[in-house]
C-alpha cells in the first residue's frame, strides 16, 4: 500500500517568511499528486495537483510544488505567506490507474503564521 | 453553487447507539468517497461508491459499517453498535467522473462524530 509522509507536524512562520512544506511518498508506479488546504471549520479545498508534464505545479494562492521522482517528494512551496494562510495542509496521492477518489494522505501539518 | 453537503455536522452518540452521516454531493456528481480522519492522523480512504453501487469498500471496517448510495437521495455511512473508537471526523467527496486529469474530486465540510 501507498503511504504519504509529511514531515513536520506543526509549523509556525511570521507574516512574509517563505513557506516549504515536504511530502514524500512510497510507491514504485505512477502516480497523481495532490495538496489540499482546509481552513478552519471548512472543507478541503485543492491547491494544486499534478498528473504528469512540468514537475513544477503552480496553485491557487501563490501556492506551488514541486515534484521530484527520484525522491519521491512533492513539496509545497509559497514565497511569501500571509495571515489568512493559517490553515492544516495535506499532501495527497493517487495511483494513475486508479478512481481519482482514491487518495493516500498524509497526516497533515498545521501552518499558523503569526500577523 | 452548492458543494458537496454533509449532515450532522455534529453528532454525539452514546455507546452501542446507530450513528448515520448523510451526504450530498455536488450536482451533477455521481461519484461519491468517504473518509475518516481519526485523532492526529491523516484522512483514510473508507469506500466508493456510485449510484446503487458499492465500487471499493476496501477502506471500510469489516463490521459495524455500511454505506449506501441510492438512486434517490443523499448517500448515507451508517455505523451501528458505535464505539469509543469511532469517534473520528468523516468526510465525504464527490466527482464528475472518476478519473482523468481535468478533473478533482470535492470535499464536504466533514462530520463530526462523537461517541460517550
Known amino acids: 500500500a501507498q503511504s504519504v509522509s509529511q514531515h513536520n507536524h506543526h509549523v509556525i512562520l511570521s507574516e512574509a517568511a517563505s513557506l516549504e512544506l515536504g511530502c514524500n511518498y512510497s510507491?514504485?508506479?505512477?502516480?497523481?499528486l495532490f495538496w489540499y488546504v482546509q481552513y478552519p471549520g471548512q472543507h478541503l479545498q485543492l491547491l494544486l495537483k499534478y498528473f504528469s508534464g512540468d514537475p513544477l505545479v503552480k496553485g491557487i494562492k501563490g501556492f506551488e510544488a514541486e515534484f521530484i521522482k527520484s525522491k519521491f517528494s512533492f513539496n509545497l512551496r509559497k514565497p511569501s505567506v500571509q495571515w489568512s494562510d493559517t490553515a492544516e495542509y495535506f499532501c495527497a496521492v493517487s495511483d494513475r490507474g486508479s478512481t481519482l477518489g482514491r487518495l493516500y494522505f498524509g497526516r497533515g501539518t498545521q501552518l499558523t503564521v503569526w500577523p | 453553487n452548492a458543494g458537496v453537503m454533509q449532515n450532522p455536522r455534529h453528532l454525539v452518540r452514546r455507546r452501542g447507539q446507530e450513528a448515520r452521516l448523510r451526504c450530498s454531493p455536488m450536482?451533477?456528481?455521481?461519484?461519491v468517497y468517504w473518509y475518516r480522519q481519526l485523532p492526529e492522523e491523516g484522512l483514510k480512504f473508507m469506500v466508493y461508491?456510485?449510484?446503487?453501487?458499492?465500487?471499493?469498500e476496501s477502506g471500510m471496517p469489516k463490521e459495524r459499517f455500511s454505506a449506501e448510495f441510492p438512486k434517490e437521495g443523499p448517500s448515507i455511512l451508517r455505523i451501528q453498535q458505535v464505539v469509543r473508537g469511532d469517534s473520528a471526523a468523516y468526510f465525504c467527496?464527490?466527482?464528475?467522473?472518476?478519473?482523468?486529469?481535468?478533473?478533482?474530486?470535492?470535499f464536504g465540510e466533514g462530520s463530526w462524530l462523537t461517541v460517550v
Open positions: 450536482k451533477g456528481h455521481s461519484h
Open positions: 467527496a464527490s466527482s464528475y467522473r472518476d478519473r482523468g486529469p481535468g478533473n478533482t474530486i470535492y
Open positions: 461508491l456510485q449510484k446503487e453501487n458499492i465500487i471499493d
Open positions: 510507491y514504485g508506479g505512477t502516480v497523481n
